[in-house]
């Protein structure tokens, strides 16, 4: 019995002795697995609950747990490096004593299933302890949208425990294989041998610094919200290898430059300073560009999601300006007004009070901006592509209370791009007059336009509008394309006792009365769907913050500890021969705070970068 028990014992007795290092590490763990029952039994919760909109917020929520599952073993396996890096000499001491390989294994596989058991445990046991206030907090964030029942879903106990035995069994193989790769004498050595003075390699930094620039251009460049979302992916991988590129080239290279400046190298402070960053600035370069990438998301996560959540009635209210919003699919030059008196005939019918109403026929395309004033149609939207608005002058001055006259093959133009430069406009092989420019997109069209941009367009007549119509559908390719019909809209505000009947029946009793009738939306019955929408996106964000926070400070902690053990030696050495104590914390302060804001500096350029970006993609949404 005591034989079997040897290695649990030694196991416990290394996690004691080490307690420093394994605190932080236990103390992750069980964060990470109480996060992640968090979200895997809210995604249950709420699939399960039969609300309304819940599908939605589920897969919301369900991806959410899958990402940070991944995240979590990323953070985990950057931890455990750590660890493993300071107990070489353990394990070198280990092997001179005798024990063979397959022991220090052993050792760790015991020390490996101590702490995943009590990490993972306890964080289960947390997590279905705070999950009811995360659920709260998810009620509150979705403005009462949603009703959940408090009890706690066995599936989620069993995909935390799975997600995370499967993350600590790749960590025992790394364990094991860096083991096996070692050799005693060098692991006894591995703290007593000294940093070669890296080379600066110049062709990495000049990569760094392409790669860097690239994504920069990526981020910058975007016109519209549609551009921006496409190149976003790419321009932050591309920041990513570049901020590696040059945390281990580029630091390397301004080291050496500031040692090669005698007069600013050789005094006290700084000749200590720069001459240890630059020894060990090889094992300090990773660890720098990781801090900078996951300061940069904490940034990105936090300020979209809040901004999505801050600005969801806006978006609400830009998608449906009026309570209740009807269109149809134009007939004729008349087809408005019988859709007005219908609407009219049901509030009647119904004893609701219409009010605000705001009647338009207007025409929606897809269309290729070719420069000087020229616009021809595109089969379908997209990332290059405009959103054509042509509508009559009689509607527009009716809405917006203007005086507007236009002569045959006159127009009023307004591209969001930016004032034309030129007196034509060209839809389409057919050329217009710009009678004017109107200063803004209307107010009043704002729901129609596009993540590309909008083209709007105010044409005389009726008969031109119709015209405008054919000409756009007869040059879309003719193997593909969708054909785009004129639409009629009429959007109100409506009070009553009958409100919700109304607008319950309203498409059926218009459906009788107009040709061609299309669709009936109230803006309340869309309520909840945005607000379970960018609710659940803030919590998740949350989450996420919280783990990219954990793993800052992870990586920050043992940065700190690992240099200070290394660092202890040397300043004796320092203090040996003459270097005050004051000089010594003086020296150390330097070397704290320039490891420390060095990524944060970095990462504010990264955002502010990306702020344009960011911004046209918000204003998409």
């Not at 420019?437 to 336009?449: I, R």
């Amino acid at each position: 019995m005591g034989k079997a028990l040897f290695y649990p014992k030694l196991a416990v007795s290394n996690i004691r002795k080490n307690h420093s290092i394994y605190r932080p590490y236990l103390l992750a763990v069980f964060l990470l697995a109480a996060m992640y029952d968090c979200m895997a039994s809210l995604a249950i919760v709420v699939a399960e609950s039969g609300i309304s909109g819940g599908g939605s917020l589920s897969m919301i929520l369900g991806m959410g747990a899958w990402l940070l599952g991944v995240l979590s073993l990323l953070v985990l396996f950057y931890t455990n490096s750590f660890l493993i890096r300071r107990r070489r000499r353990e394990f070198g001491l280990y092997s001179v004593l005798g024990m063979e390989k397959r022991h220090i294994c052993l050792v760790l596989v015991w020390e490996v299933l101590l702490v995943a058991v009590g990490g993972v445990v306890l964080g289960m046991a947390a997590g279905a302890l705070f999950s009811q206030l995360f659920r709260l907090l998810l009620q509150r964030l979705t403005r009462g949208a949603i009703s959940l029942e408090l009890w706690f879903p066995l599936e989620a106990v069993g995909s935390t425990a799975g997600v995370f035995a499967g993350a600590f069994a790749l960590v025992l193989v790394y364990d094991v294989a860096a083991v096996f790769r070692s050799r005693p004498m060098e692991l006894l050595r591995s703290e007593s041998q000294g940093e070669r003075e890296p080379k600066a390699r110049w062709l990495l930094a000049l990569l760094g610094v392409a790669t860097l620039g690239g994504g920069y251009a990526l981020a910058l460049l975007p016109a519209n919200a549609a551009d921006a979302l496409v190149a976003f992916l790419p321009a932050a991988l591309l920041v990513m290898a570049g901020t590696y590129c040059l945390f281990t080239a580029g630091s390397i290279a301004i080291l050496k430059a500031m040692k090669r400046c005698r007069g600013f190298y050789y005094r006290p402070r700084n000749f200590l300073t720069v001459s240890t960053l630059l020894y060990r600035m090889k094992q300090n370069a990773a660890g720098l560009a990781a801090i900078c990438i996951l300061s940069t998301c904490v940034l990105v996560t936090m300020s979209t999601t809040v901004s999505l959540f801050l600005g969801e009635q806006d978006m609400l209210y830009r998608s449906y300006p009026r309570m209740v919003n009807v269109d149809a699919i134009s007939s004729g030059d008349g087809d408005l007004e019988a859709l007005e008196e219908a609407a009219a005939e049901a509030a009647a019918q119904y004893g609701v009070t219409l009010s605000n109403a705001v009647g338009l026929r207007v025409f929606s395309g897809a269309v290729l901006d070719q420069g000087g004033g020229v616009y021809t149609a595109a089969p379908y939207f997209g990332g290059q592509t405009k959103t054509l608005l042509a509508l009559t002058a009689a509607d527009y001055n009716r809405i917006a209370g203007a005086d507007v006259a236009l002569a045959p093959g006159e127009v009023l133009v307004c591209d969001v791009a930016g004032p034309l430069r030129v007196g034509a406009l060209q839809l389409d092989g057919w050329s217009f007059s710009i009678a004017g420019q109107l200063e803004g997109q209307p107010d009043f069209l704002a729901s129609e336009a596009g993540g590309g941009g909008s083209l709007t367009v105010i044409v005389p007549d009726y008969e031109t509008l119709e015209a405008v119509a054919a000409r756009h559908n007869e040059a879309l390719p003719a193997d593909g394309g969708t054909v785009r019909l004129i639409s009629v809209q009429y959007n109100f505000d409506a009070a009553g006792e009958n409100l919700e009947p109304f607008c319950e029946h309203l498409r059926e009793f218009l459906a009788g009365r107009v040709e061609r009738m299309g669709n009936v939306a109230a803006r309340h019955w869309q309520e909840a769907g945005f607000y379970e929408m960018y609710g659940g996106l803030l919590f998740i964000g949350l989450f996420f913050v919280a783990l990219f926070l954990i793993a800052v400070v992870l990586i920050l902690y043992y940065k700190q500890i690992t240099e200070g053990f290394d660092d202890h030696g040397r300043f004796r050495i320092l203090q040996n021969v003459g270097m005050s104590a004051k000089e010594v914390r003086r020296v150390i302060s330097r070397q704290v705070l320039l490891m420390f804001y060095l990524p944060l500096v970095m990462a504010v350029v990264h955002i502010a970068v990306a702020f344009p970006a960011l911004c046209k993609i918000l204003q998409g949404f």
